[in-house]
């Protein structure tokens, strides 16, 4: 039998768990000081350290002071989590390796870890939270460098930064605050979803270039249109045929079998086996019905009317002349590569979060590159229509302003650059010129000058001291309507005497301002409150006499520059880059952010 332990035993005992236990905190809480020292002395050190870079070195030091130089990853659920939001980036087009992942993943396989090489893992996953939460609020890319005319809205915090970042980490919602930073809006979905796809097709192997087929007509056999069908079958725009019609018997082979799998001669070979789905019965039976089935043929050698349609159902995906030929424009198209493609969906979703937090109804949307006007009303794409947009060397910026009325029966003050540069020449020819296009000048004084007075020849384009107005009327080059929203760079939208411009597929025609071509019906929508039917609006026209008309419910107009976005039937619709703007914003977005 064992003795039982004598007090100064058990008391001895007791003493050396407790000194145990005690060395073991001691310990633990001198790593801790330890890891909060480093902590304090790299982010002390941020800018001297060439080798350690972090994106929000102003941000860093106010946050970790705040918590007295703790480490806030402590938990492995929440370092999961962000390393899972960083991952997922991709999806939105952004490139994981942005955010430290490679350094961060390096020192979490070290095991153990220093205590400097714990203070460098615990800052780098705060500076890659911030990074990817800053990334997703308002881009990567900074839109004023890529346009300088750029005035858009940037969402600003209520509250403390710092207390908003911790707060999700401290709740363990990290997943959930981070994808409450992505934009919501059809676009943004619309691209990342295409982004998905085209990556998918790019697994698959993608597309290849095609060789030239133009002038194809309706009945042309040759060996090149398969190639065709295969590339328009890729991206899902070769329309599928569908009059095909089978007579299915179908015999039930044993009494528990439910599925019944009947070879059917088929006129095309990727139908060969049909199953149709029938009841249990415990008797053998036939059955016979007509079926109609639909499949996509990428064998036949014929361009037929199905073939047309598909490449005309490509050309308006893709902003070409909807003709259904395969000219060089449109087989430029077939053949820009699908990582081309694929950077082209990064670079809009990236534009898109620059507009994540501008108005969700009432604004009129002019997208440049496509020559579209689209106005979003009662939640919904209310109108689109046509428009014409400047020449390559005289842009329409990019900027949004407040509708603030309509002009009919507008006159022209001609912008000094045309009136020094285009029309000084005409002038030095035609003193009559002005008086032919409905036009006065006015001297520094505001007085009316007779143009044939005037020494024309000593004039120089620098030194123009004259005002040219044009009078209201047909010729007028705003047309009959003009909608002013005041800005610093005379830019408009308007009417134009040249209509034939519109039936063009590329329309940068202007000096910058954009020509609009139903302004009648546009402004009988605006004017909607304000009773102005078209009837009404073409009344006045008539007239001929100014007439302004102040917009109740002023609707903000934002120019912008997409050359990818989502079409009416929901699928994505590609632009030519008419101002060369996507390289610039790609460089950007794959350029390292420190």
Same mark, same amino acid.
């Given at each position: 039998?064992?003795?039982?332990?004598?007090?100064?035993?058990?008391?001895?005992? &007791?003493?050396?768990?407790?000194?145990?236990?005690?060395?073991?905190?001691?310990?633990?809480?001198?790593?801790?000081?330890?890891?909060?020292?480093?902590?304090?002395?790299?982010?002390?050190?941020?800018?001297?350290?060439?080798?350690?870079?972090?994106?929000?070195?102003?941000?860093?030091?106010?946050?970790?002071?705040?918590?007295?130089?703790?480490?806030?990853?402590? %938990?492995?659920?929440?370092? =999961?989590?962000?390393? $899972?939001?960083?991952?997922?980036? $991709?999806? %939105?087009?952004?490139?994981?390796?942005?955010?430290?992942?490679?350094?961060?993943?390096?020192?979490?396989?070290?095991?153990?870890?220093?205590?400097?090489?714990?203070?460098?893992?615990?800052?780098?996953?705060?500076?890659?939270?911030?990074?990817?939460?800053?990334?997703?609020?308002?881009?990567?890319?900074?839109?004023?460098?890529?346009?300088?005319?750029? =005035?858009?809205?940037? #969402? +600003?915090?209520?509250?403390?930064?710092? +207390?908003?970042?911790? /707060?999700?980490?401290?709740?363990?919602?990290?997943?959930?605050?981070?994808?409450?930073?992505?934009?919501?809006? +059809?676009?943004?979905?619309? &691209?990342?979803?295409?982004?998905?796809?085209?990556?998918?097709? #790019?697994?698959?192997?993608?597309?290849? @270039?095609?060789?030239?087929?133009?002038?194809?007509?309706?009945?042309?056999?040759?060996?090149?249109?398969?190639?065709?069908?295969?590339?328009?079958?890729?991206?899902?725009?070769?329309?599928?045929?569908?009059?095909?019609?089978?007579?299915?018997?179908?015999?039930?082979?044993?009494?528990?079998?439910?599925?019944?799998?009947?070879?059917?001669?088929?006129?095309?070979?990727?139908?060969?086996?049909?199953?149709?789905?029938? !009841?249990?019965?415990?008797?053998?039976?036939?059955?016979?019905?007509?079926?109609?089935?639909?499949?996509?043929?990428?064998?036949?050698?014929?361009?037929?009317?199905?073939?047309? =349609?598909?490449?005309?159902?490509?050309? #308006?995906?893709?902003?070409?002349?909807?003709?259904?030929?395969?000219?060089?424009?449109?087989?430029?198209?077939?053949?820009?590569?699908?990582?081309?493609?694929?950077?082209?969906?990064?670079?809009?979703? +990236?534009?898109?979060?620059?507009?994540?937090? /501008?108005?969700?109804? =009432?604004?009129?949307?002019?997208?440049?590159?496509?020559?579209?006007?689209?106005?979003?009303?009662?939640?919904?794409?209310?109108?689109?229509?046509?428009?014409?947009?400047?020449?390559?060397?005289?842009?329409?910026?990019?900027?949004?302003?407040?509708?603030?009325?309509?002009?009919?029966?507008?006159?022209?003050?001609?912008?000094?650059?045309?009136?020094?540069?285009?029309?000084?020449?005409?002038?030095?020819?035609?003193?009559?010129?002005?008086?032919?296009?409905?036009?006065?000048?006015?001297?520094?004084?505001?007085?009316?000058?007779?143009?044939?007075?005037?020494?024309?020849?000593?004039?120089?384009?620098?030194?123009?001291?004259?005002?040219?107005?044009?009078?209201?009327? !047909?010729?007028?080059?705003?047309?009959?309507?003009?909608?002013?929203?005041?800005?610093?760079?005379?830019?408009?939208?308007? %009417?134009?005497?040249?209509?034939?411009?519109?039936?063009?597929?590329?329309?940068?025609?202007?000096?910058?301002?954009?020509?609009?071509?139903?302004?009648? @019906?546009?402004?009988?929508?605006?004017?909607?409150?304000?009773?102005?039917?078209? #009837?009404?609006?073409?009344?006045?026209?008539?007239?001929?006499?100014?007439?302004?008309?102040?917009?109740?419910?002023?609707?903000?107009?934002?120019?912008?520059?997409?050359?990818?976005?989502?079409?009416? /039937?929901?699928?994505?619709?590609?632009? /030519?880059?008419?101002?060369?703007?996507?390289?610039?914003?790609?460089?950007?977005?794959?350029? @390292?952010?420190?």
């Amino acid at each position: 039998m064992n003795k039982p332990l004598s007090t100064y035993s058990r008391l001895y005992s &007791l003493s050396i768990l407790f000194l145990l236990a005690l060395s073991l905190t001691s310990n633990k809480l001198n790593a801790q000081n330890t890891v909060q020292n480093e902590i304090k002395n790299i982010l002390t050190t941020l800018k001297e350290d060439p080798q350690f870079t972090v994106f929000s070195d102003s941000l860093m030091p106010l946050m970790y002071n705040r918590l007295d130089y703790q480490e806030i990853w402590s %938990d492995t659920s929440n370092i =999961n989590d962000l390393l $899972y939001c960083i991952q997922e980036a $991709y999806h %939105d087009g952004l490139n994981p390796e942005h955010y430290h992942l490679k350094i961060i993943n390096e020192l979490l396989d070290k095991n153990p870890r220093s205590p400097r090489e714990q203070a460098q893992l615990d800052i780098l996953l705060t500076d890659a939270g911030v990074l990817l939460s800053s990334h997703l609020i308002w881009g990567k890319v900074q839109p004023e460098s890529i346009s300088t005319t750029w =005035n858009y809205d940037s #969402k +600003e915090f209520d509250g403390d930064r710092v +207390e908003l970042f911790l /707060e999700p980490i401290q709740g363990h919602l990290i997943k959930e605050a981070i994808e409450q930073l992505k934009p919501k809006n +059809e676009l943004y979905l619309g &691209l990342k979803k295409s982004l998905f796809e085209f990556r998918k097709i #790019k697994e698959n192997g993608g597309w290849h @270039k095609l060789p030239k087929m133009e002038n194809l007509e309706i009945g042309d056999e040759n060996d090149e249109i398969p190639f065709l069908r295969k590339r328009l079958a890729t991206t899902n725009t070769l329309f599928r045929y569908d009059t095909t019609v089978l007579k299915i018997d179908t015999l039930l082979r044993t009494q528990t079998e439910g599925v019944t799998v009947v070879n059917s001669p088929s006129i095309n070979p990727e139908i060969d086996t049909i199953r149709s789905v029938i !009841p249990y019965s415990p008797i053998p039976y036939y059955d016979s019905s007509w079926v109609k089935v639909s499949y996509l043929d990428t064998l036949s050698r014929v361009f037929d009317e199905n073939l047309k =349609n598909s490449v005309i159902k490509f050309q #308006k995906m893709y902003g070409l002349v909807q003709d259904g030929q395969v000219g060089k424009a449109t087989q430029k198209a077939l053949n820009i590569s699908i990582d081309d493609r694929i950077n082209t969906l990064r670079i809009n979703l +990236e534009r898109t979060r620059w507009i994540n937090h /501008e108005e969700k109804d =009432n604004f009129i949307f002019v997208n440049i590159p496509s020559f579209e006007l689209y106005l979003h009303k009662n939640n919904s794409w209310y109108y689109q229509t046509k428009v014409i947009i400047g020449k390559p060397y005289h842009q329409t910026p990019v900027f949004k302003a407040k509708l603030s009325y309509i002009d009919i029966n507008p006159t022209w003050t001609v912008p000094y650059s045309i009136a020094s540069k285009e029309m000084l020449p005409k002038l030095k020819k035609d003193a009559n010129y002005l008086s032919r296009n409905n036009m006065k000048l006015y001297d520094r004084y505001n007085k009316i000058v007779d143009a044939t007075t005037v020494d024309w020849k000593s004039i120089k384009t620098n030194n123009f001291p004259y005002t040219i107005v044009q009078g209201s009327g !047909p010729g007028n080059a705003l047309g009959h309507v003009k909608f002013i929203f005041p800005n610093k760079y005379s830019i408009y939208l308007h %009417d134009t005497p040249s209509r034939y411009l519109f039936s063009r597929n590329t329309r940068a025609f202007s000096h910058g301002c954009i020509r609009v071509y139903q302004p009648v @019906k546009l402004a009988s929508i605006l004017l909607e409150d304000e009773k102005y039917t078209e #009837k009404k609006i073409n009344e006045i026209i008539k007239e001929g006499e100014l007439k302004r008309v102040i917009i109740m419910h002023r609707p903000t107009v934002y120019l912008m520059y997409f050359t990818a976005i989502l079409g009416p /039937e929901e699928s994505i619709h590609f632009y /030519e880059d008419v101002y060369s703007r996507d390289k610039r914003v790609l460089k950007q977005l794959d350029k @390292k952010p420190y």
